[in-house]
């Protein structure tokens, strides 16, 4: 029997409902205001800095203030240090040959802002940039005779302030529109039309897709307002407020650290970064991950080779980890064995101690003059191995890295199954003659399997995703040959110039990937339970 929540007043109703939703609209038309602004403010100063930067290559003084200015000569190696250097700058107005020497202990601060843009300028060419310090400043560098010509502007005022009373005149005619329609019986569309009004603001900041999805957003309070959806869900949180007061600070945690991260990851996949600015580019990133972007199939840049490399990565450990943990849980659980419990705590160190740590240890320990793994092959009268030159031996260096550390985990999940395992069972196969072969295949196993199967699942996805171990132990060596679709996507971020899209794209990719593994795994965990 389902409860009726009691009626509320119309006007009461539909003011909860159109000022909870103005908030929460408002908060993004913030956003929206802010990322305008900084556009703008961002394109001005961009502007200001050619115009500064071609005064400055015609001779005379910037019109708009500027931080600093001036003709950069090429660099000319000292002869006592052929790696240093040295650069002299012409300041705009000076005479022909009228130079100084850029930096020095008496130079002014902004010379290394010169200095900077010239060395950007003998890579890239004539350019323009906002600085990347934070201060809003742009920098431009345009071909001269004698070098180029640099003009950095001067720190920006008071940003654009907020048009408060705007958005105070829509808050207070949303009010009113809100207000009639309650009166008249018409508080749906009453509160959809009041919240539609901030679709002007939404237009003019975040342009004709954000104004859509303001008024598509409005319309849909509007009906749920209308069917009452918003009284019943307003009931239900009075009625079980206690609860959810407990529930709230781990929803929020779960919101700020997980939900919006992935939001944000999501949206970014969609763009292209390039030297600070922003460019929506569709579907592109995905295309270019998953065509491989014209490269052979056997290239370590190619999302097909990452991805074969990381699901055998995947399988070899889950396999060894299995089969490993496994069989110390067997042993350690014979009778005979004195000092079970001590072996049980040395064998659950490597997964006590942090995977950072390990993996540095067992990187020191493949280490091909020093290491600990080749003193022992020399000796036992073998040569040594250079693990990471070759792909066979840096990718076992890996595995066997990241064996150490997981098996102590399907071990722990392994006693715990053969704990469950009734003696009797045992005693009955032995009176009837099975041999110890024979009790394992068909007591013990068919018993581990359905606790077994989820420590499977979580144990790949973990292996999957396992970056510290190949960041720190490999490093991809050689030739990232040995990188993993995780450690694929940190380089597209922060060693391929900043793409940050594409990071963002290959990090969907993974998730995919991995929903699907635990779509498919938890399938399998259930059938095996049923059996």
């Keep these: 029997m389902t409860t009726t929540p009691p009626p509320r007043p119309p006007l009461r109703s539909a003011l909860r409902d159109a000022g909870i939703a103005a908030v929460v609209l408002l908060l993004i038309l913030f956003t929206a205001f802010v990322r305008h602004r900084n556009g703008e403010h961002a394109s001005r100063e961009r502007r200001r800095a050619i115009e500064a930067a071609q005064a400055v290559a015609r001779g005379d003084t910037p019109v708009h203030a500027t931080s600093a200015i001036g003709v950069v000569r090429p660099a000319l190696s000292s002869k006592d240090h052929p790696y240093l250097a040295r650069r002299k700058v012409i300041d705009p107005g000076a005479r022909a040959g009228r130079e100084r020497a850029l930096g020095g202990?008496?130079?002014?601060?902004?010379?290394?802002?010169?200095?900077?843009?010239a060395a950007r300028y003998d890579r890239e060419g004539p350019f323009v940039a906002m600085l990347a310090d934070g201060s809003g400043r742009a920098v431009a560098a345009v071909t001269t005779a004698r070098g180029p010509a640099i003009a950095v502007t001067a720190p920006p005022g008071t940003p654009e302030g907020l048009p408060w009373l705007m958005l105070v005149g829509l808050v207070g005619l949303g009010a009113a529109i809100v207000s009639a329609g309650a009166v008249s019986g018409r508080g749906g569309i009453g509160v959809g039309v009041a919240l539609a009004a901030l679709a002007v603001p939404a237009w003019m900041w975040g342009g004709a897709m954000l104004a859509g999805a303001t008024g598509l957003a409005a319309a849909g309070v509007g009906?749920?307002?209308a069917r009452g959806a918003t009284d019943r869900f307003a009931a239900a949180i009075a009625a079980n407020r206690v609860a959810l007061s407990f529930l709230a600070p781990a929803a929020i945690a779960m919101a700020v650290l997980v939900l919006v991260p992935f939001a944000v990851g999501l949206v970014i996949g969609f763009y292209d970064h390039h030297h600070g600015q922003w460019t929506f580019v569709g579907l592109d990133n995905f295309a270019k991950i998953l065509s491989g972007d014209g490269r052979a199939f056997d290239d370590p840049l190619n999302f097909w080779f990452i991805l074969g490399v990381t699901v055998l990565w995947t399988g070899a450990?889950?396999?060894?980890?299995?089969?490993?943990?496994?069989?110390?849980?067997?042993?350690?659980?014979?009778?005979?064995?004195?000092?079970?419990?001590?072996?049980?705590?040395?064998l659950i160190v490597p997964w006590a101690i942090p995977n950072y740590i390990t993996a540095l240890i067992w990187k020191g320990m493949f280490?091909?003059?020093?290491?600990?793994?080749?003193s022992l092959l020399e000796g036992v009268g073998l040569d040594g191995v250079s693990w990471f030159s070759s792909w066979g031996t840096a990718f076992a260096a890996n595995v066997a890295t990241n064996t150490w550390l997981g098996f102590p985990f399907m071990m722990v999940v392994a006693l715990g199954a053969l704990e469950s395992i009734p003696r009797d069972l045992y005693e009955a196969a032995e009176v009837d003659g099975a041999s110890a072969w024979q009790r394992l295949t068909q007591?013990?196993?068919?018993?581990?399997?359905?606790?077994?199967?989820?420590?499977?699942?979580?144990?790949?996805?973990?292996?999957?995703?396992?970056?510290?171990?190949i960041y720190l132990v490999s490093g991809g060596k050689p030739g990232g040959s040995t990188d993993i679709l995780v450690t694929d996507a940190y380089r597209w971020a922060f060693e391929r110039g900043e793409r940050y899209g594409m990071a963002a794209a290959l990090g969907t990719i993974i998730f995919l990937i991995l929903l699907l593994w635990t779509v498919f795994g938890t399938r399998v965990t259930r059938k095996e339970e049923a059996a």
């Design 317 to 346: 450990n889950v396999l060894f980890h299995v089969v490993i943990g496994t069989t110390l849980a067997l042993a350690l659980r014979q009778p005979w064995l004195r000092l079970r419990g001590l072996f049980r705590v040395l």
């Design 223 to 225: 009906v749920a307002h």
């Design 443 to 469: 007591i013990t196993l068919p018993h581990l399997r359905p606790a077994l199967a989820p420590a499977v699942i979580l144990g790949s996805i973990w292996t999957f995703n396992m970056f510290n171990v």
């Design 367 to 374: 280490q091909g003059e020093y290491g600990a793994v080749n």
């Design 105 to 117: 202990p008496d130079a002014p601060a902004a010379d290394k802002l010169l200095y900077d843009a």
